[in-house]
């Protein structure tokens, strides 16, 4: 169970290390998108692949710390649930994708990596015997944790730019 518990962290990473690659020459190569998506534009504009990169260990570290805390204390709850809400974002990925009609960064691992993710998923929980009512639970209160640890990044990306600008 602890072979397949650690495929997580990298399955993680090997998404994140698209998206680092990616993202600063994907923004620059694609100002039309960035233009009729404010959004985008507003979130990234002056974010180095630095402070992006900086982003990335932070969710790693976390994705590893879960993980051990899950072996350790045999509470494997958590681990799923993160991993679901990963799994959401690798929809995510593939969704925006389809809606502005290119290719994005972390696209090309979102469509590797889900059908990998859904099986360690449902390996672990077929394992475990997990109720469904529990794994919904554990998956929402780990999607709205995402979320917030969000936010977190996105402000973390933004001071760690300005260090590296000015």
């Known amino acids: ?84 809400a990963f799994a959401v974002h690798l929809v995510i990925h593939i969704i925006l994708s389809i809606i502005i009609r290119r290719y994005i960064p972390a696209l090309a691992t979102s469509i590797l990596l889900l059908p990998i993710s859904i099986f360690l998923i449902n390996k672990v929980i077929i394992e475990l015997h997990y109720s469904t009512f529990s794994i919904i639970i554990a998956s929402l209160l780990c999607f709205i944790i995402m979320l917030i640890n969000l936010m977190f990044i996105h402000k973390l990306m933004r001071k760690v730019s300005d260090k590296i600008n000015n």
């Open 1 to 84: 169970m602890q072979d397949v518990l650690w495929l997580f962290p990298v399955v993680f990473m090997v998404h994140e290390m698209e998206e680092i690659i990616g993202l600063r020459i994907w923004l620059e190569k694609n100002i039309d998108i960035t233009k009729k998506y404010s959004r985008i534009s507003k979130i990234y504009q002056n974010v180095t692949t630095e402070a992006f990169s900086v982003a990335v260990l932070e969710e790693y570290l976390l994705s590893i710390i879960i993980t051990a805390l899950s072996i350790y204390f045999k509470i494997y709850l958590l681990w799923i649930g993160v991993f679901i």
